[in-house]
């Protein structure tokens, strides 16, 4: 499975960017076939075990989710920035090291 943008539209029924891989057969295969990013595969697992886990509650989960979606989004607003300062003809590495690390 290609881990390139799917562009295709649906009416709402089944589509093939949900069909999972042959070789695929725990988690990790997926996380690792699509190239997850550490906090979008912390969701993934979050999302995949929530409230079938003894040792991990649905609070807990939920909780998880949380704290890793608030560390990517504040991941994408850095990107984002970089981007408007390379478009601005800023100094990209010194943009980079200041906001990125």
Do not use: P
């Not at 649906?10 to 699509?34: C, F, H, M, P, R």
């Not at 595969?41 to 939920?62: M, P, T, V, W």
């Amino acid at each position: 499975m290609s881990n390139t943008k799917n562009t295709s539209h649906n009416n709402g029924g089944s589509t093939d960017y949900y069909k999972l891989d042959k070789d695929w057969e725990d988690v990790q295969d997926i996380i690792e076939a699509k190239d997850m990013h550490w906090n979008i595969a912390n969701i993934f697992k979050a999302c995949y075990r929530l409230g079938i886990q003894d040792h991990s509650s649905i609070e807990r989960d939920l909780n998880k989710m949380e704290y890793f979606i608030k560390r990517h989004k504040q991941l994408v607003n850095k990107r984002i920035t970089l981007d408007k300062v390379k478009l601005l003809g800023g100094n990209w590495y010194e943009a980079n090291t200041i906001q990125m690390w």
